[in-house]
């Protein structure tokens, strides 16, 4: 069964910095972080992607460029996101999605894979 779980959630103040770990059990071509606060639709936050030619390749939502910095270790399977300067605005569920033959990388409906998520809540 296939497997993703993320942890590092928790509790800041604004200004603050979190890590989120999402340890996988599938080796995927492409994992991500989505966010999602109640009532609204789930926001793609980071993409990354393997490549032949530079390893991994990162791409982020507006929102959280040059804050926020995704990483994966390939080898033990695990995606990253380290999160700076946060601000009330980033509170919301967040979760890792994993998958292989996507075309829209925010698009949380081309991912096959999902982990449970982890709470994260920036007070002002």
């Known amino acids: 069964q296939v497997q993703l779980v993320e942890s590092g959630g928790g509790s800041v103040q604004a200004g603050g910095s979190l890590r989120l770990s999402c340890a996988a059990s599938?080796?995927?071509?492409?994992m991500a972080w989505f966010r999602q606060t109640p009532g609204q639709e789930r926001e793609g936050v980071a993409v990354?992607?393997?490549?032949?030619?530079?390893?991994?390749?990162?791409y982020y939502a507006d929102s959280v460029k040059g804050r926020f910095t995704a990483s994966r270790d390939i080898d033990q399977d695990t995606l990253y996101l380290q999160m700076t300067s946060l601000n009330p605005e980033d509170t919301a569920m967040y979760y890792c999605?994993?998958?292989?033959?996507?075309?829209?990388?925010?698009?949380?409906?081309?991912?096959?894979?999902w982990g449970q998520g982890t709470q994260v809540t920036v007070s002002s």
């Open positions: 999605a994993a998958g292989d033959e996507i075309s829209r990388y925010f698009d949380p409906d081309e991912y096959t894979y």
């Open positions: 599938i080796h995927t071509y492409i």
């Open positions: 990354v992607r393997r490549s032949n030619r530079h390893g991994v390749l990162a």
